[in-house]
């Protein structure tokens, strides 16, 4: 096939961002379509933030929401081609433009060549079926089975992590354990209420079992583990009942939480394989 224009990437979590991060430094044009309906707890490394914040900076890349002036400025075309139109300017700026409040549909329908990667599971965004000009990557095995896509990228901490797969594959990991697969070191926090949600602790801190993370309407939410916070949701938001609110390491305090994990780069190179395979078709 010949090289895709652009490359889009669906959500703004830590998973998408690494995957941002590692196309942006091969060289390609990258650009983001984040939910509103996502939560990030690790929020440092998300790009998605920009959409709370208008600007979200990680390394040496800066990402950005579209900016309304900008687009009040184009006349006689439709708000995808205004969103498109923007983001090609910001790209030209070395930034990362970050795509919302327009239906995934109509984006596509603008950009002539793309490829499309999946972060995000199908209960938060559902894939348009008539989307024939889309090359569709995702996530194995959120996305087995579903003929839109043409290859997956494992990413499960398991002996086939950041591995590209046909959407087909058999899922070999229930039937066969490796002795080495890696030991997934994280447990949540979840609030049985709604509520406001209120921090009393901070990302890198060390949390003791039972000990106050956070508040839901003036109700303590306690660890049920000890370890080192990761992850924790905003001061301000609204939290539903069951909703995760933390993300706690189970293992020595380290200064790791401040980067990606090995599964987020495995599987962002993952999905770099799978870009560069498909162009090479």
């Keep these: 096939m010949k090289p895709a224009q652009t490359i889009l990437i669906l959500g703004g979590n830590e998973l998408a961002s690494a995957t941002a991060l590692e196309l942006v430094q ?29 600007q979200k900076t990680i390394g040496d890349l800066t990402a950005s929401i579209i900016p309304e002036e900008k687009l009040a400025q184009i006349q006689g ?40 990667i999946n972060t995000l599971p199908e209960e938060t965004l559902k894939l348009p079926e008539d989307a024939a000009n889309g090359i569709f990557l995702g996530c194995f095995p959120e996305h087995r089975g579903h003929s839109q896509y ?32 890696f030991h997934f070191p994280f ?7 709604e509520g406001l949600w209120v921090s009393v602790k901070e990302i890198g801190e060390t949390i003791r079992y039972n000990e106050a993370i956070g508040k839901v309407d003036a109700i303590e939410i306690r660890s049920p583990y000890d370890g080192q916070l990761w992850g924790i949701t905003h ?8 909703q995760n609110v933390a993300l706690i390491y189970t293992g020595r305090p380290t200064e790791f939480y401040r980067d990606y994990s090995f599964q987020e780069r495995a ?15």
């Excluded at 001061?235 to 069951?242: D, K, L, P, R």
């Excluded at 770099?272 to 395979?277: F, G, T």
């Design 77 to 116: 075309k439709t708000f995808a081609e205004k969103m498109i139109q923007v983001a090609q300017f910001l790209l030209l700026d070395r930034m990362l433009p970050v795509l919302s409040d327009v239906p995934l549909r109509e984006l596509l329908a603008v950009l002539e060549t793309v490829i499309v």
């Design 26 to 54: 091969a060289g390609f044009a990258v650009m983001l379509y984040v939910s509103p309906d996502e939560t990030y707890l690790r929020y440092p490394l998300c790009f998605g933030e920009a959409l709370r914040a208008g």
């Design 150 to 181: 043409r290859l997956l990228v494992e990413t499960r901490w398991n002996y086939q992590l950041g591995k590209i797969v046909p959407p087909d594959a058999e899922d070999l990991h229930k039937h066969r354990l490796d002795p080495h697969f």
């Design 235 to 242: 001061s301000g938001q609204f939290v539903a009942a069951g």
């Design 267 to 281: 599987v962002a190179r993952g999905f770099l394989s799978a870009v560069l395979k498909l162009i090479r078709q």
């Design 187 to 193: 447990q949540t926090c979840h609030t049985p209420i």
